[in-house]
């Protein structure tokens, strides 16, 4: 079946604007994650979303980042008024459930703030 | 909160030589290691991941144990060949219960051919 998928793959912004990523998990799974990679660095949790439960958020670096997402959809990740230490890729996992299960990665999107 | 080290940053070895990448993790509550290959400009992808009521687990060319007591757990690939050339990243499941993945900061690995 169909993996998870990412968009834009790419992504070019000005310091100072909004910017919104798109990710579709694989269907059935309820769990998704959000991660960061810094080029040469390892991947840095964002973000979890589990069912309907409130999601943990305790890996956002600061107040201008967000995710939202519907039931076990579709998230969306915003940055607000990026910054040029924003600029990475940020890639998005989903698994079938917690506790152990395997997480599958999207092919990130990658973030450059000029 | 969980923090996962990963030595050595790069390694290189002839093909057919073996490759062993080691890991530590902080919190003796984690219970799920897996571990990612990386090419250049792809997604990361599971080649492996052990649970912590085993210490090994194979798979073909490629290996992982698990030491719960010391904390620390690694990846063995036997018969290298150059397509293993990759970014491998070891992670550890968070201490919250939830299934976030505290990951290493990535070995390099060259195979020479």
């Known amino acids: 079946g169909a993996g998870v998928s990412q968009s834009p793959s790419n992504k070019v912004t000005e310091k100072g604007k909004d910017v919104e990523l798109r990710c579709d998990p694989i269907?059935?799974?309820?769990?998704l994650y959000w991660y960061r990679q810094r080029l040469g660095q390892g991947l840095e949790f964002l973000i979890y979303?589990?069912?309907?439960?409130?999601?943990?958020k305790s890996g956002l670096p600061s107040d201008r980042f967000s995710a939202e997402r519907t039931g076990e959809s579709v998230s969306t990740l915003t940055i607000q008024r990026t910054q040029q230490e924003d600029s990475a890729v940020y890639l998005c996992a989903s698994s079938l459930t917690t506790g152990l299960e395997t997480q599958y990665f999207g092919p990130g999107t990658r973030l450059l703030v000029l | 909160g969980e923090n996962v080290e990963q030595h050595p940053s790069t390694l290189s070895v002839q093909e057919g030589d073996s490759a062993v990448i080691k890991c530590t993790y902080s919190?003796?509550?984690?219970?799920?290691f897996p571990w990612y290959k990386q090419e250049l400009g792809k997604r990361p992808q599971l080649i492996i991941d052990i649970r912590s009521n085993v210490g090994e687990k194979k798979d073909q060319r490629i290996a992982v144990t698990l030491n719960k007591t010391a904390k620390h757990f690694s990846l063995h690939i036997t018969e290298t060949q150059p397509e293993d050339s990759a970014v491998y990243f070891c992670?550890?499941?968070?201490?919250?219960?939830?299934?976030?993945?505290?990951f290493g900061t990535g070995t390099r690995l060259t195979v020479i051919p």
């Open positions: 919190d003796s509550a984690s219970n799920y």
């Open positions: 269907s059935g799974h309820t769990a």
């Open positions: 979303f589990q069912g309907n439960s409130a999601p943990d």
């Open positions: 992670a550890a499941s968070g201490v919250t219960g939830a299934n976030n993945l505290f």
